[in-house]
């Protein structure tokens, strides 16, 4: 009796290790059709992009304030009675309190050099900067002036950009479309195909904020006209790229 049940065990055992085997070579003739199937597809891969042109809605920035003096209390007392004029002065002109925001604070002493001797400390340096967000262009130039006029002692960089760029960036998307499209068909074309399907396609890029332009240093303005500032034109693109079956 025991020798029966010893030869059904075995038996079972054959019988699954015959399952697990042909069950592994039923899924590696899947794979293998499968890769068969890419192996023989014709694809293309392709890049373009699209490219639109707007004027810019707002602009940045970044103004400020700096004073020396003997101490550093002073430098820095003297230094916010300035900036607090500059400040007043950009919101007389319309500018918020959401769209000023201190960007910048320095204290350094500043030394005298002189050859063979030690430095000789001759006082310090405040520097306080706020970077400003100006919605309206048309009070871009005014309002650089009013900040001067107020004590405004350097001008870092200014750079120009779009409140909502979602429409510019759809644009751009059509554009960027239909140049990959056209591209597929030209290159099917060219080698005997036709394009069956898109198979993958990604997005890149988009709008960015160019960076700031530099601007020098500005002493307190006498004259009467206003600061000219030009907008111009700003570049919004897209990038994508796809893959394309061909077929005969």
């Known amino acids: 009796m025991k020798a029966l049940f010893r030869a059904a065990a075995v038996s ?21 059709s499968a890769a068969d199937t890419m192996f023989r597809a014709t694809t293309l891969n392709l890049s373009a992009y699209g490219e639109v042109r707007q004027r810019p809605d707002q602009a940045t920035i970044s103004l400020g304030v700096t004073t020396e003096a003997p101490t550093a209390a002073e430098a820095m007392r003297l230094n916010a009675v300035k900036m607090n004029q500059v400040i007043a002065a950009l919101k007389k002109g319309g500018i918020g309190d959401r769209d000023i925001q201190t960007s910048g ?9 002189v050859e063979n001797q030690p430095p000789r400390l001759s ?25 001067v006029n107020a004590g405004a002692t350097n001008i870092g960089g200014i750079s120009f950009g779009l409140q909502d760029a979602s429409a510019a960036e759809d644009a751009a998307r059509l554009e960027a479309a ?22 993958t396609f990604s ?7 160019p960076p700031p ?6 002493a307190r303005m006498d004259k009467a006209e206003s600061t000219p500032v030009e907008a111009g034109e700003m570049k919004v693109r897209i990038d994508v790229s796809a893959t394309f079956e061909l077929v005969k």
């Open 12 to 32: 079972a055992l054959l019988v699954a290790g015959t399952v697990g085997i042909a069950g592994a070579a039923s899924a590696q003739t899947v794979s293998t």
């Open 105 to 113: 604070l320095n204290l350094n002493p500043q030394y005298v050099y």
């Open 123 to 147: 006082g310090y340096q405040a520097s306080n900067t706020v970077t400003v967000v100006v919605r309206d262009l048309g009070k871009l130039g005014q309002a650089v002036d009013a900040t």
């Open 178 to 199: 239909k140049a990959l499209q056209a591209r597929a068909e030209l290159y099917a074309r060219a080698m005997g195909y036709r394009v069956a399907r898109l198979v």
């Open 203 to 209: 997005e890149g890029g988009g709008y960015s904020a």
């Open 213 to 218: 332009m530099p601007v020098y240093a500005m």
